[in-house]
């Protein structure tokens, strides 16, 4: 079962496309190396690794996932914003606005 995070629903007026095409490969990468990084944690603490190990292992995993974040943002700007419907203008930085708002949450 997934567990929903707060401020993560999707727009209502989200467009069906994705602005992160050319960064694709790269993105689940990063998601990859990721992922492989949390099992490493969870069998360190299977194995009842020493604290400050496994909360250097934690660092790189919220690095990682931190770069990931901006590239995906990034992608979004320059795609889905910049190359917005110039009549959506306002409701696109609104957007925008809350997106980035949620991400800083999610870093601090």
């Given at each position: 079962?997934?567990?929903?995070?707060?401020?993560?629903?999707p727009?209502?007026?989200?467009?069906?496309?994705?602005?992160?095409?050319?960064?694709?490969?790269?993105?689940?990468?990063?998601?990859?190396r990721?992922?492989?990084?949390?099992?490493?944690?969870?069998?360190?603490?299977?194995?009842?690794?020493?604290?400050?190990?496994?909360?250097?292992?934690?660092?790189?995993?919220?690095?990682?996932?931190?770069?990931?974040?901006?590239?995906?943002?990034?992608?979004?700007?320059?795609?889905?914003?910049?190359?917005g419907?110039?009549?959506?203008?306002?409701?696109?930085?609104?957007?925008?606005?809350s997106?980035?708002?949620?991400?800083?949450?999610?870093?601090?």
């Open positions: 079962m997934e567990a929903e995070i707060p401020g993560n629903e727009a209502a007026s989200a467009p069906k496309g994705h602005s992160y095409g050319s960064d694709k490969s790269k993105i689940l990468a990063r998601l990859r990721i992922e492989g990084q949390v099992r490493g944690v969870a069998r360190m603490v299977e194995e009842d690794q020493y604290c400050l190990d496994i909360l250097t292992q934690l660092s790189a995993i919220i690095a990682g996932s931190r770069a990931t974040g901006l590239l995906v943002l990034e992608d979004h700007i320059r795609g889905c914003v910049v190359n419907d110039p009549a959506d203008q306002e409701a696109t930085l609104d957007e925008l606005m997106a980035i708002e949620r991400f800083n949450r999610s870093l601090n």
